[in-house]
């Protein structure tokens, strides 16, 4: 069976502050894949990353950057010099490779003030 | 990347009414799925589209209630038949790209009064 945690249910930060969103996962795949969904309050899912279980190399993507781990089935997620904009669900899910069932976290809700 | 269009976005029904949900991919995908997400919770898969058979369902989800066309590989409709007050959320579509991404469309808001 599948597991997403994020135990981070609501964070809140003033604008600048770095945040980190955490992710822990459980599979007994040795594939998988991990992504990164931002939900604005228009609620669309924006997608963010994705990373397959055999590329541990961390990923920046302008104030974004991410942070695999698999010894310790950690994917976090760190926005540097938070904006208001940022503020959102964020969810992070495992999904297997073989176009099985995606797994989502329950999401932690960032609010950025300013 | 795989663009995804649904509609309606927004609608408010009526209880005892039926909605059919539209959703467009604008490339081919290996997979599409239909999620419901309630408020303020995570999202929940209702079940997988097949392109030209019937869709295959999670538990708690039928397919009186929740009838779902594939009739190609990029277009997909979920009906929420018989609404109650209870079927208020937000229903996503989700398409699994080539490159084993999965992309969403912007969600259909559904409210029953």
């Known amino acids: 069976a599948q597991k997403v945690t994020q135990a981070q249910t609501e964070i809140s930060v003033v604008e600048k502050e770095d945040v980190t969103l955490d992710c822990v996962y459980e599979t007994r795949d040795t594939t998988y894949y991990l992504f990164w969904y931002k939900q604005p309050p228009s609620g669309e899912l924006v997608f963010l990353i994705r990373?397959?279980?055999?590329?541990?190399q961390n990923e920046i993507s302008g104030r974004y950057s991410w942070n695999f781990q698999k010894s310790t089935s950690s994917f976090n997620f760190t926005i540097t010099a938070s904006q208001v904009v940022d503020s959102a669900v964020y969810f992070c899910a495992l999904s297997p490779p073989n176009a099985g069932k995606s797994t989502f976290g329950d999401g932690t809700t960032l609010t950025v003030k300013p | 990347s795989a663009v995804i269009s649904q509609k309606p976005s927004r609608d408010i029904c009526q209880r005892g009414t039926s909605l059919t949900i539209q959703c467009q991919v604008d490339?081919?995908?290996?997979?599409m799925f239909w999620y419901r997400q309630q408020p303020g919770q995570s999202l929940t898969l209702i079940a997988t589209?097949?392109?030209?058979?019937?869709?295959?369902?999670e538990s708690g989800f039928v397919i009186d209630k929740f009838p779902i066309s594939r009739p190609n590989l990029t277009f997909s409709t979920l009906t929420v038949s018989n609404m109650s007050p209870e079927d208020s959320s937000i229903y996503l579509c989700?398409?699994?790209?080539?490159?084993?991404?999965?992309?969403f469309g912007e969600g259909s808001w559904l409210t029953v009064v």
């Open positions: 589209a097949n392109q030209g058979s019937e869709a295959t369902y």
């Open positions: 989700s398409a699994r790209s080539s490159g084993n991404t999965i992309y």
């Open positions: 990373r397959n279980s055999f590329d541990e």
């Open positions: 490339s081919q995908v290996t997979m």
